[in-house]
Structure formats: structure tokens, C-alpha cells
Nanobody, 118 residues
Framework: QVQLVESGGGLVQPGGSLKLSCAPSGTILNMRAMGWYRQAPGKQRELVATITRSGIPNYADSVKGRFTISRDNVKNTVYLQMNSLRPEDTALYYC????????????WGQGTQVTISA
């Protein structure tokens, strides 16, 4: 069974930076967009950033100018560079991969914890 393997989470102080990485453990055919979502305690999962197969990014307003999503289609890896982190960014961050031709299927990672605290 193919799984998304995430890494890079941790504890940082406000204003700090982290870089998340995610890649499938195996082959996923017809990969489309890749992205990151997050879920804070007591809240619904929300979109953080996505990036199309051709490299066009999309960001939640709350992270624009601070986060940068990128992908490496050779390594099949998606990254999320997070700068100027705020306590409100604290959440469990989930990797997501959209795949399929005529239909769309989403793969999800198990999540990596990002905590911003002084």
C-alpha cells in the first residue's frame, strides 16, 4: 500500500522556520496537484498550500508571503518552506497528493506536528 511519508515537523519559536517534505513510499500514477493541509486542535482541516503538476502554487491567505510550496517531479516530493512562523501556525500538517486521469483520488499522509511556541 502506497503511503505518503512526511518529515520536517518540530518545535520552533515564533519567527522561526521549518521545512516540511513529503514523498510517496511507492509509485502513484497520474499525479496531479500536491499540497499541504493542517489541522489545529478543535478546528477543521484547512488548506495551506497546493501546487499543480506544472508548478503553479496556491496559498491560503494566512500564509501568503511566509510559506513557499515547491515540488520535485523527479523525486516525487513536495516541500513546504515555512518562514516567520506564528503560534497560530501550530497544527498537525498533512501532506496530500491528488492523482488520477478522468477521476481524482487523494492520498493523505499521517501528519507531522508543527508547534510554534516561545
Amino acid at each position: 500500500q502506497v503511503q505518503l511519508v512526511e518529515s520536517g515537523g518540530g518545535l520552533v519559536q515564533p519567527g522561526g522556520s521549518l521545512k516540511l517534505s513529503c514523498a510517496p513510499s511507492g509509485t502513484i500514477l497520474n499525479m496531479r496537484a500536491m499540497g499541504w493541509y493542517r489541522q489545529a486542535p478543535g478546528k477543521q482541516r484547512e488548506l495551506v498550500a497546493t501546487i499543480t503538476r506544472s508548478g503553479i502554487p496556491n496559498y491560503a491567505d494566512s500564509v501568503k508571503g511566509r510559506f513557499t510550496i515547491s515540488r520535485d517531479n523527479v523525486k516525487n516530493t513536495v516541500y513546504l518552506q515555512m518562514n516567520s512562523l506564528r503560534p497560530e501556525d501550530t497544527a498537525l500538517y498533512y501532506c496530500n497528493v491528488e492523482a488520477g486521469r478522468s477521476t481524482s483520488y487523494r492520498y493523505w499522509g499521517q501528519g507531522t506536528q508543527v508547534t510554534i511556541s516561545a
